[in-house]
């Protein structure tokens, strides 16, 4: 073990001068720099003017005890480790002073030795717990980052709004095009929030089944309904302390989105079938790719949730207007679909990316995303060039049979027919990413080209 650090400051408070006396030759002697205080205010009062590394508090001072001085450290943010100095040796005060935020403790009449030792583990304390936090705040960046690529101006507003916004409480609303990473940012907030431990607990409204809505959202107890054979926690449960991400909100139906807003507004719920209320503390992040205010006007919205849920709105640039980060996106794909195809990365011709950057990316990120995936695996190895990317990003020859803006029809029904058609060939028939282009949820593509038959 090593010995102590020169610089180490110890403040020892104690309202008696004889033991105050004692800790200050002790660890003087052993090589720390020592202050002195005779109450928790006077302590309060050093701590404001000169860093401390630890604090020696005695456990039964008149107007401010120890473990009072423990909370006041607490509410003012205060990083300090505290060892309490007590004279009663029963487990229960040892128990209490730990459990309060205490690193140690240790009995009077105070032994030089254990006092020593005591302190010295303190300190290491200390240490170790100053480079996990470190070493957990540069895994949250690096982890909010991973996927978070590009350097154009509207990516690095994003990040300086995401880094502000995210150690707050406050309810964010990512608004932006599919496919330009909302869940991503979504991510980000939550890592770099203090909520970074707790769970992230992500629910697609547009993809939820029915039936089982709010089963899925506030859970359920056994014999709620047919199938119902154990009791379960929903999403609101299961990000208790952590955030709740509400992706595709703008899905959700009118008479969840009355029960979704007195869970914001309460932060309590039952679960189905069940008649004790839950209480929650959830930071609740939600997106959509419409026009939230557009869909309250038009009555698809409540106005009160729509509210509740911007309080904080940000939103996600779409690719064509992120100028320059095209080709750092291509490269980083091509690395990502490398490894996880486990070949080696090829490299791109600078015609292909000139390929890339013209192209408009109505399908955003994702749509890059899937291109970069098709072109490795269809390059063994060799270079990228310019034809291996033509025929995934020019426009399919069969949209050249949608008719001209001139000639488009004035009526509502065939002009969604023919949006519905274009994002179909664009997307080779794929009707995720067909939805995706229409900026509607996959359900909904089916209903439309399926209707219901009348009776």
């Known amino acids: 073990m090593t010995g102590p650090s020169s610089s180490a400051t110890i403040l020892c408070v104690d309202d008696e001068p004889a033991v105050a006396a004692l800790l200050e030759r002790v660890l003087t002697e052993a090589g720390y720099r020592v202050m002195l205080a005779g109450s928790g205010k006077e302590a309060l009062e050093v701590i404001d003017r000169s860093p401390v590394d630890l604090i020696l508090a005695d456990y039964n001072m008149p107007q401010m005890t120890g473990l009072e001085l423990l909370r006041q450290l607490e509410e003012r943010s205060h990083r300090i480790p505290v060892v309490i100095v007590t004279g009663y040796a029963t487990v229960e005060d040892a128990v209490l002073c730990i459990r309060s935020g205490a690193v140690d403790y240790i009995t009077k009449p105070v032994r030089s030795d254990t006092l020593a030792i005591t302190v010295l583990h303190a300190l290491e304390f200390a240490r170790l717990r100053r480079e996990n936090e470190a070493f957990r705040t540069e895994l949250s960046r690096i982890r909010s980052r991973r996927a978070l690529v ?64 709010e089963s899925v959202l506030f859970g359920h107890e056994k014999g709620a309904f047919t199938g119902a054979t154990t009791r379960a926690s929903g999403a609101f449960e299961r990000a208790h302390r952590g955030t709740l991400l509400l992706d595709e909100v703008s899905e959700m139906r009118l008479d969840l989105q009355a029960k979704l807003l007195r869970v914001i507004q309460e932060q309590e719920f039952e679960r189905v079938g069940g008649r004790e209320s839950i209480k929650v503390d959830v930071r609740l992040v939600a ?85 970069i995936e098709r072109a490795v695996i269809l390059s063994r190895g060799a270079a990228i060039d310019a034809d291996a990317l033509r025929p995934h990003v020019s426009r399919p020859a069969s949209a050249s049979a949608v008719p001209a803006p001139a000639e488009l029809p004035l009526d509502l029904a065939s002009l969604e027919q023919i949006a519905i058609e274009r994002a179909l060939a664009a997307t080779s028939g794929n009707r995720t990413r067909a939805a995706q282009l229409l900026g509607i949820s996959e359900r909904t593509l089916r209903t439309k080209l399926n209707p219901p038959r009348s009776a």
Request: with cysteine; net charge negative.
């Open 150 to 213: 590009g350097n154009s101006q509207p990516m690095r507003r994003l990040y300086e709004t995401v880094a502000t916004v995210a150690p707050t409480w406050a309810t964010v609303l990512l608004e932006g095009e599919s496919g330009t990473g909302k869940e991503l940012f979504a991510r980000a907030i939550h890592e770099q929030s203090p909520r970074r431990d707790a769970p992230f607990i992500t629910v697609n409204c547009a993809a939820l089944p029915e039936g089982l809505v």
């Open 287 to 371: 997106t959509t790719n419409r026009d939230l205010k557009a869909e309250v006007d038009a009555g698809r919205f409540r106005a009160d949730l729509y509210y509740r849920l911007n309080v904080m709105p940000i939103r996600t640039p779409p690719l064509r207007e992120r100028e320059g980060d095209i080709a750092l996106l291509a490269h980083y794909f091509v690395k990502v679909a490398a490894e996880r195809l486990g070949v080696e990365s090829p490299s791109m011709t600078p015609e292909a990316i000139d390929v890339l950057q013209q192209h408009d990316w109505p399908g955003n990120v994702r749509e890059l995303s899937n291109v």
